[in-house]
């Protein structure tokens, strides 16, 4: 009898893989429960998602730098960052990381 996977994982012929949407190694592990049985778990795909906005690493830092243009950026796309008025400056290019599975980063 074939066991549902969880959401993230194919079977792939013999071996597992993430599915679409999801990056990582997929590997299987058994865990105990209370009941002192076990039950397999898959881990190791997770999804795919958004880049977070950075934080500002000073008080400073956050009065100068605008990263308005970065809120909701996909994997694979890149943000402007600019200067907050009165500071000047040329706008610079941040990549958001293509297939980054880190909601904080």
């Keep these: 009898e074939e066991i549902p996977l969880p959401t993230g994982y194919v079977r792939a012929t013999e071996e597992y893989q993430c599915a ?19 039950e397999l778990l898959m881990l190791g795909c997770d999804p795919i998602t958004e880049c977070a906005v950075p934080r500002a690493t000073s008080l400073l830092e956050q009065c100068k730098l605008d ?27 941040a990549l958001c990381r293509p297939g980054n599975v880190d909601p904080n980063t």
């Design 67 to 93: 990263w308005g243009s970065c809120q909701g950026t996909e994997p694979g796309a890149y943000c402007e960052l600019r200067c907050k008025a009165p500071f000047v400056g040329s706008p610079v290019q």
């Design 20 to 38: 679409k949407g999801y990056r990582g190694s997929p590997y299987q592990t058994c865990q105990g429960t209370a009941d002192c049985s076990s």
